[in-house]
C-alpha cells in the first residue's frame, strides 16, 4: 500500500479507534459512507415487480400507454429498432422477432416474454438530456417510445427476483422514490453527483465546440424536430434539427471527454501525455466548481474516488472485452483541483483494481476513508450494450460481502444506486424540480447495521440525497446546487428531497 493511499485513509481508521460505540449517537454512529455506483437502470426495469414497492402494479395505463409524435396513443409498440440483444449475443433476437408488441411494458428475460437471461447483453438506449425531458413529458412519462432510438426497448424490464441484489433489499432498505439527479446520460449524472453543478465549456461558440451547440425549443426542455421527417415512431427514431453536447449558453450536458488521461481522447502531438488534446471538439476545459470532495479536504475528512482498472487502463490502454473502462464515469478527472501531477489527485483518485481487487483489499482491511466512492470498471457495471446485469449484479452484492465483513462495518452506511436510467421507461413522475433535474426513479438500496430491516422507504430522494446525508453527517456547507434544487423544488409545491435518514434507525 503506497504512503499516499495509507494517508489517505488513515483520519478514517483514528476516528473509528478513538471513538467507542457507548460514546457515539445519532448520526455521529455513521463513521464510513461507501457509495457503489452503477449504471443505467430505471427503478420499473429491475424492481418492477418487489413486494410492497411502488411498481408496475401500480403504474396507470396512461402513463404505461406510450404516445406517438403527433400525441397519439401507439396501436403496438415499434419493434427494437437493431434487435433487442446487444450485436454479437446469440441467440439474437431481432428487430423483426420483437414486431407487433403490445403497446405496454414487456418481460424481457421470462419465458412469457423473450427468455434473453440476465447474463446476455441487450441493447443500448439513448439516454441524453433533452430526449429525457421530452420522454418524462412534464411527468406523463408516455413519450419514451416517441423520443428514443431503440422502439419498443425502452419498455422492457427483468425480473429482479434472480438478481443476489434482491435478496440485499429485502435484507435492509429499498428506496422506491429514489430519482436520478438530472436529466440524461452518465456523463451529467456523475458531474451531478459529485458537485450538484453542471459543466461549462466558456465561449464555446468560439471553441473547437462550436458544432456541438444544440438547436433547442424556446424554454430549453427540448430539441428542435427536423419538419417531415420520421413523423411516427412506428418508422423509426426521430431526427432532430441539431443535437449535441452544449446547451445554447454552452453548459455540457451530454458526454464530454476529461482533460486529463485517462480520455478519449489522445494528447496533442508534443504535448504532455498526461493530457487530452485540449482542440479536439470533446475535451471539456478543467473544471473548477466546488465538489463535495473539496469540500470534505477542506474539513478534514478523508475521502477517495475508486475507479476500477483505473492503472489498467493508464498504462495498457482500454482493451476489449476487458475492462471496458468508461472515461465519462470518473468526473474528478474533469477538475483543476485534480490536474495530474497534483497532491489531490494522488491522495484522493485511486485505482480500484481490475474486478475491484484493490478496492476488495482496502475493505477487508478496514482501510477505507471516511468517505468512499466506488465505480465498478465497464463490464461489471450492468450498462446495456457493454455489459450484461448478472455480470454486475454479482460483483456489487460481492462488494457488499466484504463489506459486511470488515472492521468498519459496525459504522458503516452503503447505498447502491445507478447514475440514471439509461432510457429506460419508469411510471412515476419525477417532482417538479430545475432547469437540470430530477430525472427519472431509479433503484437505491440503503444497507447498514443502522438501515431498517426488510423495509421499503417511500421518501422523495435524488442522487443529491447522497451528498445531503454527506453534508449533514460531517457538517459541510451545502453545495450551491442543493440550495437551488431546493427552492426550485419548494415553488413548484414539492418538499426537498430527503437526506437518506428516514431508512435509518439511528436511536435518539
Known amino acids: ?56 402494479s401500480h403504474a396507470p395505463a396512461s402513463a404505461t400507454q406510450q404516445r406517438d409524435r403527433d400525441g397519439s396513443i401507439l396501436k403496438e409498440l415499434p419493434p427494437v429498432w437493431g434487435g433487442l440483444t446487444a450485436r454479437g449475443v446469440t441467440p439474437a433476437v431481432t428487430q423483426d422477432m420483437s ?14 416474454g423473450f427468455d434473453v437471461g440476465l447474463n446476455e447483453r441487450t441493447r443500448d438506449l439513448w439516454h441524453r438530456f433533452y430526449q429525457n425531458q421530452m420522454q418524462i413529458n412534464h411527468g406523463k412519462n408516455d413519450g419514451f417510445v416517441a423520443w428514443g432510438n431503440s422502439g419498443a426497448m425502452t419498455m422492457a ?61 424556446p424554454d430549453g426542455k427540448a430539441l428542435v424536430v427536423t419538419k417531415g421527417v420520421s413523423k411516427s415512431a412506428m418508422d423509426g427514431p426521430p431526427i432532430f434539427a441539431h443535437d449535441g453536447n452544449l446547451t445554447p449558453d454552452f453548459y455540457a450536458v451530454n458526454t464530454m471527454e476529461p482533460p486529463y488521461q485517462p480520455s ?25 466548481q466546488t465538489t463535495i470532495g473539496d469540500l470534505l479536504s477542506k474539513k478534514g475528512v478523508s475521502w477517495a474516488w475508486y475507479a476500477g482498472a483505473w492503472d489498467y487502463v493508464l498504462k495498457h490502454g482500454n482493451n476489449f472485452p476487458v ?18 501531477g497534483t497532491a489531490a489527485r494522488a491522495q484522493h483518485l485511486l485505482d480500484g483494481g481490475l474486478n475491484g481487487k484493490k478496492f476488495i483489499e482496502d475493505i477487508d482491511a478496514g482501510r477505507l476513508p471516511s468517505v468512499a466512492f466506488y465505480k465498478p470498471q465497464g463490464n461489471l457495471n450492468e450498462h446495456s450494450g457493454y455489459a450484461d446485469i448478472k455480470s454486475g449484479d454479482e460483483h456489487i452484492v460481492n462488494v457488499i ?51 431498517k430491516k426488510g423495509f421499503v422507504d417511500h421518501s422523495f430522494y435524488d442522487t443529491t440525497s447522497i451528498l445531503r446525508f454527506i453534508t449533514r453527517r460531517f457538517e459541510l456547507p451545502v453545495l450551491d446546487g442543493i440550495r437551488n434544487r431546493d427552492e426550485a423544488l419548494k415553488k413548484n409545491g414539492s418538499p426537498a428531497a430527503g437526506d437518506l435518514t428516514a431508512a435509518l434507525d439511528l436511536g435518539k
Open 1 to 56: 500500500m503506497s504512503y499516499l493511499r495509507l494517508l489517505a485513509c488513515l483520519p478514517s481508521l483514528l476516528t473509528v479507534s478513538m471513538a467507542s460505540a457507548a460514546s457515539l449517537q445519532g448520526i455521529d454512529q455513521i463513521q464510513t459512507v461507501v457509495v457503489l455506483y452503477d449504471e443505467n437502470r430505471s427503478f420499473d426495469s429491475l424492481y418492477g415487480n418487489f413486494p410492497g414497492a411502488e411498481g408496475l
Open 99 to 112: 414486431a407487433h408488441l403490445p403497446n405496454a411494458p414487456f418481460s424481457v428475460d421470462t419465458k412469457e
Open 157 to 217: 424490464h427483468w425480473n429482479g427476483a434472480e438478481m443476489g441484489m434482491w435478496k440485499i433489499a429485502h435484507k435492509y432498505t429499498l428506496a422506491d422514490h429514489f430519482f436520478m439527479g438530472a436529466f440524461g446520460g452518465s456523463f451529467m449524472n456523475h458531474q451531478w453527483f459529485i458537485c450538484a453543478c453542471v459543466p461549462i465549456y466558456p465561449n464555446a461558440d468560439k471553441s473547437p465546440a462550436k458544432d456541438l451547440i444544440v438547436e433547442a425549443t
Open 264 to 288: 478519449e481522447n489522445a494528447p496533442a502531438s508534443g504535448d504532455d501525455p498526461r493530457f487530452a488534446n485540449p482542440n479536439d471538439p470533446t475535451t471539456l476545459p478543467p473544471q473548477t
Open 323 to 340: 475492462p471496458t473502462f468508461q472515461m465519462h464515469h470518473q468526473p474528478f478527472n474533469y477538475y483543476a483541483n485534480y490536474a495530474p
Open 401 to 451: 460481502e466484504h463489506l459486511e465483513k470488515s472492521p468498519q462495518w459496525p459504522h458503516m452506511l452503503v447505498i447502491v444506486t445507478y447514475d440514471e436510467n439509461g432510457g429506460l421507461w419508469d411510471h412515476v413522475a419525477p417532482p417538479q424540480g430545475d432547469r437540470w433535474g430530477p430525472g427519472t426513479r431509479i433503484p437505491a438500496v440503503i444497507i447498514s447495521p443502522f438501515a
